[in-house]
Nanobody, 115 residues
Framework: QVQLVESGGGLVQPGGSLRLSCTAS????????MRWFRQTPGQPREFVAG???????NFADSVKGRFTISRDNAKNTVFLQINSLEPGDTAVYYC?????????WGQGTQVTVSS
């Protein structure tokens, strides 16, 4: 059974940092393109960052320069480093794994940016 488990969310003050993790099981992790999305109530899920199986990365314009994505294939884990957090970054962050026509989602982790 495929599982993606996110962790690392929480409450942080503006300007702070967080490191989100997503650990996968039940898939050949190294073959998958991994992505992070985020969603706020009443809004569609929004792409944030992606890293493909070869390690190439891409980011939404709104987070470029503040977010970094990386992966550790030995640990079946993808990371999202979030710096200079803003209240607008408050959302549930979801991990997504894609290979060919197959996609899997995690359950999400809440990030709240507030003073």
């Amino acid at each position: 059974q495929v599982q993606l488990v996110e962790s690392g969310g929480g409450l942080v003050q503006p300007g702070g940092s967080l490191r989100l993790s997503c650990t996968a099981s039940g898939i050949i992790f190294s073959a998958y393109n991994m992505r992070w999305f985020r969603q706020t109530p009443g809004q569609p899920r929004e792409f944030v960052a992606g890293i493909d199986s070869g390690g190439s990365t891409n980011f939404a314009d709104s987070v470029k320069g503040r977010f970094t994505i990386s992966r550790d294939n030995a640990k079946n884990t993808v990371f999202l480093q979030i710096n200079s957090l803003e209240p607008g970054d408050t959302a549930v962050y979801y991990c997504n794994a894609v290979f060919s026509f197959t996609t899997h989602w995690g359950q999400g982790t809440q990030v709240t940016v507030s003073s």
